[in-house]
């Protein structure tokens, strides 16, 4: 059998094997799907429904709710650590089990879950429950957030939000995009969020996705209540905050907010929906499992693999 790197294989069908080489690796929508809450620093003061990832710091001061609702198979994680936990409080871990890559206090945490379920540490732990989401790092996790966020605000609206006095008003027009009907908004965080007292959404319910691309480089918080087709589709909406020095949130919100490069500070309301942040940071209110389920446009081969074939194309046309 012949090597793809072969310089008889057909240039088209090494390009063909870039692409299902991309289209194969773990996206950001196994992820979104993976994980309630993923951030490289939470600070957790509520309850979060779902599974939890954290990169770097865990921190709980108090004792709080994490995992799932229903129950799961015991090897299920629902708390996934790469540095264990600080602070003094305790974890009730309400279905499933966790996993830490470095040595913590068993005490830290109650399972409710039943028999099987456990604490599982150290490296090979860690590595074996990544290489169980085609994750080679926690790291890697973090990245494909980063360039899902980049990517998003690259793509060209093709739906409209309108501000009226108090209110902003999100028409759905979804078009065909990588073969699903995705909504597409730009909108900026200045005339968005801060005062901003209701979204309200149309046409959300023949999209397959509601992609909320939010322009901005300050602080802001979203303090509007939410009606119209944002209830009942927050599976399948997402805030994307992709210049944000931090978002806040003292009102329930129906959707996911995604800020990778951010810091997200919960202070009241609760979130239907995905949390990915930098760092998190909870004081009041949960994290509903209401994780993304719907589409968003995953970004096209990284420029990397691109750069290869370029290579090997120019290396064939000099011989």
């Known amino acids: 059998m012949k090597s793809l790197s072969s310089s008889r294989l057909p240039l088209c069908l090494f390009a063909a094997a870039i692409f299902q080489s991309e289209a ?4 950001v929508l196994d992820l979104l799907s993976t994980w309630n809450v993923a951030a490289n620093n939470y ?3 509520g309850e979060t429904e779902g599974p939890v990832f954290v990169g770097n710091t865990f921190t709980v001061n ?3 709710q994490v995992g799932f609702n229903n129950a799961v198979d015991a090897n299920d994680y629902a708390l996934w650590l790469n540095n264990g936990i600080a602070g003094t409080g305790q974890v009730n871990v309400q279905s499933g089990s966790v996993v830490s890559r470095q040595p913590v206090d068993s005490g830290r945490f109650q399972f409710n879950g039943g028999a099987g379920t456990s604490l599982q540490e150290g490296d ?36 409209t939000a309108v501000v009226d006095a108090n209110s902003a ?35 959300f319910g023949s999209a397959e996705g509601i992609l909320i691309n939010v322009a901005g480089t300050g602080d802001y918080t ?7 087709d944002f209830q009942n589709n927050e599976s399948k909406v997402i805030f994307n905050f992709y210049e944000a020095n931090s978002v806040s949130f003292n009102s329930p919100v129906d959707g996911s907010i995604f800020a990778p490069n951010s810091t997200i500070n919960q202070t009241g309301g609760n979130v239907e929906g995905n949390i990915v942040a930098s760092n998190f940071v909870q004081r009041n209110g949960e994290v509903h499992d209401f994780r993304f389920d719907g589409f968003a446009p995953i ?9 290869s074939f370029a290579g090997l194309l120019l290396l064939r046309r000099k011989r």
Do not use: C, R
């Open 24 to 27: 194969g690796a773990t996206t």
């Open 43 to 45: 600070d957790m003061g």
């Open 62 to 64: 108090t004792t709080q």
């Open 124 to 159: 090979a732990a860690w590595q074996n429950a990544l290489s169980e989401v085609g994750l080679n790092s926690g790291a890697e996790a973090l990245g494909i957030y980063v360039d899902a966020s980049n990517y998003w605000a690259s793509l060209e609206a093709n739906s």
């Open 169 to 203: 008003n999100f028409t759905a027009t979804p078009e065909l995009v990588q073969g699903h009907q995705v909504a597409i908004f730009h909108v900026t965080a200045e005339n968005f969020v801060t005062s901003i007292g209701q979204f309200s959404g149309s046409g």
């Open 222 to 228: 979203i303090s509007g209540n939410f009606i119209g």
């Open 299 to 307: 970004p096209e081969p990284s420029a990397a693999l691109l750069g």
